[in-house]
């Protein structure tokens, strides 16, 4: 028997040489040489197999009772101790014989194993496909020497033929070097088009977004120039122009090359990604009202892809990537600011606001009313404007027709003209006008007064005057928003262009009274 044992172990060493024999104990009695080879210092023969190697899989494997059930299961276990190698495997209990076999393989990490333990083709079996992939990688490998080989000789070449000159001009473009001569031009000319077609959809890009955020209320309003008489989306904006051209000097100043530039360029597109990602939930959970089983299915992809795209540029925010996390980072804290100032002071106005019923029949008797309509811009649709009080306590005069007008932006691009406006009569010549707009309609009073007809009879802008209110800022006792942000909303609300420029008021029919504002 220990004869017939010996042969079957030889004949294993040449089938199988990554075997191992177990007795019915788990001790290892027999090693293939290529297994052995892993730990030559360490003979494996004699040791109990749970104690040489780690059973990652099947799990719940205790002994070597519960690891022959397992048997016909592959195994995924490892060397316990340092380097602890990764190998794959099976157990096959011995017929009519006390103990069992494992045969074992490196799996996908052979070729680690071949460079770390210096194996051979001696080292596997003849049939082991190991062999042929060895020789394909180590092909490969020659290949790719080669041909990098030969294109390091052919740039020599290239370079050696040119002139000193020459010679520099290829290696600050060695891009448009590498292209035959009569496409050289073409292929600057191309590359110089697509700039000026990128640089152009950022500025106009910029624009439009600033314009959608300026009628949300995100960002205080700022002087706009539409350029087109027929196309409503042509505008331009000068301060965002500034801005931008301040933004590109410094840009370069900082980084100087495109080169160091890319770790920027990385954060920023991968962080728009994930963004626009997490506006795609918003657009489907609360627009598009899709159930949570299925919106929540897509938006986790998507949030693992652009996720991992971003995690894998955030390394890159020491050597660059921090600067559009800055600008990011400023823009909210302003757009933000922004947005709460406003809401505040709304607040603030609101309650020291009078019923406009009231008001209208307290000053029927106590103001002179003259001729003409008088259109006082209001924040919001209850109240009574500042401007319509300061007014009465100062001229003590009232027209005849008087409408306090709203403009509200909505959520959507455009309204339809004919839902554009509404009104309400209050009484004694008083109106209440409120003019809806999209977020990228142009906020045009005087055009959309003129189809409000009903309002107490047409507008006639040369006999209309349009009243605003400009606000000061002062300290509250119970500030909404730390002090350092009030000061930021005062220096934006200062710095605002005027309300007569942004709902295109005719400038000779403005009259401006100023109020004190605590928030």
Known sequence: MSLIRDEMGIVMDRLCPMHVILGDDGRITRVGPTLQKLRPDVPMAGQMFLELFELNRPRAVNSMADLIERQGAKLHLRLRDVPRTALKGQIVKLPNTAGSVVNLSFGISVLDAVRDYELNAADFAATDLTIEMLYLVEAKSAAMEASRKLNMRLQGAMIAAMDPAETLEAMKSPFFVMAPDMLRLPLVILATAATFIASQAVISGAF???????????????????????????????????????????LVLMFQSSTNLASAYGIAVTGAMFIDTLLMGVLLLAVWRWKWFLAVPVLLLFIFVDGAYFAANLPKVPSGGWFPL???????????????????????????????????????????????TAVFMASSTAGVPSALLHNIKHNKVLHERVVILTVEIQDVPYVNPEERCNFTEIGDGFYRAVLHYGFMDETNVPEGLKHMSRCGGSFDMMDTSFFLSRQTLLPGDKPGMPVWREKIFSWMLRNAASAMEFFSLPTNRVVELGSQVRI
């Open 326 to 372: 800055v600008v990011g980072g400023f823009a909210f804290l302003l757009l933000t600011t922004w947005s709460r100032g406003r809401k505040l002071m709304r607040e603030r106005m609101s309650e020291v606001a009078l019923p406009i019923e009231i008001f209208a029949k307290s000053a029927q008797n106590s103001a002179t009313r003259v001729p003409g």
């Open 208 to 250: 439009s977004i600033t314009h959608q955020a300026i009628q949300l209320g995100f960002i205080p309003r700022l002087s706009t120039e539409h350029t087109s008489a027929t196309e409503r989306g042509q505008i331009y904006i000068p301060f965002v122009n500034n801005v931008l051209m301040v933004s590109v000097i410094l």
